[in-house]
T-cell receptor, first 110, second 110 residues
Framework: GIQVEQSPPDLILQEGANSTLRCNFS?????LQWFHQNPWGQLINLFY???GTKQNGRLSATTVATERYSLLYISSSQTTDSGVYFC????????????FGKGTRLSVIA | NAGVTQTPKFQVLKTGQSMTLQCAQD?????MYWYRQDPGMGLRLIYY???????DKGEVPNGYNVSRLNKREFSLRLESAAPSQTSVYFC?????????FGQGTRLTVV
């Protein structure tokens, strides 16, 4: 099955700093999502981005499907950005279940 | 718009007891999923249902059964709970694209 690797596993930032999280995957996909798991355990959809670039406020994401990676950019980080960021990918048929990476744990310090 | 609703939110079971985790979605999605999340492991797929009337095993199905009751509802049953099933359980739904997750059920088996 598809393998998903996220890096770095842990990241500590000073408030206001920028960061880039990476997701590598082992096969062609037709679904790629980024999630933020907040300290209460809730999974929040950030981006549905099987290819291309999207932006939402201080967050943006880019997926280069042909090279099998995606990047999540967080600019001007805030303490509320803390939590775990997951990348998840789905294979080539429509409703193939998502396969998750192990996540990047982000801690933003004031 | 409720999205994906899971009940209960918390549960403590004794080893050997049985229980059913309930999941309902109001987005008219065909596909539904059950995942478990353990520390440092990301989310792993237990079972999924690509459409009403079908169910398939995921990565970690042992010790679980599922029922796709109708298009809205997908339940997960533990017939004889074991301490290894202590975890956070997430239900999700999707329709050929972005998946949405419920708030999770934190299950402890003692």
């Amino acid at each position: 099955g598809i393998q998903v690797e996220q890096s770095p596993p842990d990241l500590i930032l000073q408030e206001g700093a920028n960061s880039t999280l990476r997701c590598n995957f082992s096969d062609s996909v037709n679904n790629l999502q980024w999630f933020h798991q907040n300290p209460w355990g809730q999974l929040i959809n950030l981006f549905y981005i099987p290819s291309g670039t999207k932006q939402n406020g201080r967050l943006s994401a880019t997926t280069v499907a042909t090279e099998r990676y995606s990047l999540l950019y967080i600019s001007s980080s805030q303490t509320t950005d803390s939590g775990v960021y997951f990348c998840a990918v789905g294979g080539y048929s429509g409703n193939t279940p998502l396969v998750f990476g192990k996540g990047t744990r982000l801690s933003v310090i004031a | 718009n409720a999205g994906v609703t899971q009940t209960p939110k918390f549960q403590v079971l004794k080893t050997g007891q049985s229980m059913t985790l309930q999941c309902a979605q109001d987005m008219n999605h065909n596909s539904m999923y059950w995942y478990r999340q353990d520390p440092g492991m990301g989310l792993r797929l237990i079972y999924y249902s690509a459409s009403e009337g079908t169910t398939d095993k995921g990565e970690v199905p042992n010790g679980y059964n599922v029922s796709r009751l109708n298009k809205r509802e997908f339940s997960l049953r533990l017939e004889s709970a074991a301490p290894s099933q202590t975890s956070v359980y997430f239900c999700a739904s999707s329709e050929m694209a972005e998946a949405f997750f419920g708030q999770g059920t934190r299950l402890t088996v003692v």
